[in-house]
């Protein structure tokens, strides 16, 4: 019963328009692909001032192009790859990315294992853009990611909600090695 209970809770936060003064918008891939990358990249171009993000893969073109012009319009930008998933990828965009002025590229892993083997996944999928506007699910930042898998997205527009990311992203910027 507990279960079932925190299945519909998640479920109404998921799912629902409005939560006080939160409004969010999910997407569920591969139906509702299109829409979810015209407003990902619609949340990049009107960034003003600042965009943080995570991504555990990262090889869409036309999403690290938007990335690419918002520094340019002077918006400051960080982005946290995960270190082996990245390093490894020849189409990762973290080298393209990294060339721009206004953009800051990090690296990083997940916790290492205790009993040694490597290290866990730095496996987010996160953007905050000018403290306002959550970014987060399931989708790496892909074109199977945005086009083959079942994924979701979810849009949130809330300051406390991206106040909350935001100090995650903080403590991981720290552990993070520049790229």
Not at 11 to 21: C, L, R
Not at 52 to 70: M, P, R, V
Not at 103 to 123: C, D, N
Not at 163 to 168: C, G, V
């Amino acid at each position: 019963m507990q279960k079932f209970i925190q299945t519909l809770i998640v479920a109404f936060f998921i799912f629902s328009p409005a939560i006080g003064d939160v409004k969010l918008k999910t997407y569920i891939l591969p139906e509702e692909a299109k829409p979810a990358l015209k407003q990902m990249l619609h949340s990049i171009d009107i960034a003003k001032y600042r965009i943080d993000a995570a991504i555990y893969s990262f090889t869409h073109k036309a999403i690290a192009k938007k990335l690419a012009n918002a520094a340019k319009r002077g918006v400051k930008i960080r982005i946290i790859f995960d270190r082996e998933t990245n390093m490894k990828n020849r189409r990762s965009q973290i080298g393209y990315l990294a060339r721009f002025r206004n953009i800051e590229t990090y690296l990083l892993s997940g916790k290492e294992r205790k009993r040694g083997g490597g290290y866990g996944l730095m496996h987010m999928k996160l953007m905050i853009v000018d403290n306002r506007y959550t970014i987060f699910g399931s989708a790496n930042w892909t074109y199977s990611g945005f086009g083959l898998n079942y994924e979701t997205i979810t849009f949130v527009q809330s300051y406390a909600k991206a106040a909350k990311m935001e100090r995650a992203f903080e403590k991981m910027v720290l552990k993070a090695t520049p790229y």
